[in-house]
């Protein structure tokens, strides 16, 4: 998959939230809480659709995520680790375990999640 740029994921997310829309829906939505214009709008969801993110169809110019917010979220992280820790998982889990800024129900979390990865081996 190509990597989603913001004003993408701007897009996908109403349609990831709330199932398929046509196109002037979507340009109501951005224009309330991006102030974008209808011609932006557009050519996002041509982008989006040239990468097969997303799917046009008719009546009405109906737009239909493609991709699910997990598999970006996956190809995000990813392409994160490869480029900042060298492919290493742990380390990226490292610098979030050791972040001053985790709260500690974070910290709980995970906690929890590498319990859970333990007794998966067993």
């Known amino acids: ?4 740029f913001d004003s993408e994921l701007k897009v ?18 951005l224009a309330d809480s991006c102030g974008w214009n209808k011609n ?3 050519t996002v969801i041509k982008k989006l659709v040239d990468k097969r993110a997303i799917a046009r ?6 737009c239909t995520p493609l991709i699910g917010r997990e598999e970006v979220q996956r190809w ?9 820790f060298h492919g290493s998982k742990s380390q990226f889990i490292s610098a979030l375990a050791f972040d ?11 906690k929890d999640l590498i319990a859970r ?6």
């Open 12 to 29: 996908m997310e109403p349609l990831w939230d709330d199932g398929p829309q046509t196109a002037a829906e979507l340009v109501r939505r």
């Open 76 to 84: 995000e992280i990813d392409s994160l680790v490869t480029r900042l």
């Open 100 to 110: 001053d800024q985790l709260s500690p129900e974070e910290a709980q979390q995970l």
């Open 40 to 42: 932006t709008t557009y």
């Open 117 to 122: 990865l333990d007794g998966k081996d067993s």
């Open 57 to 62: 169809s008719e009546p009405g110019f109906l």
């Open 1 to 4: 998959m190509k990597q989603l």
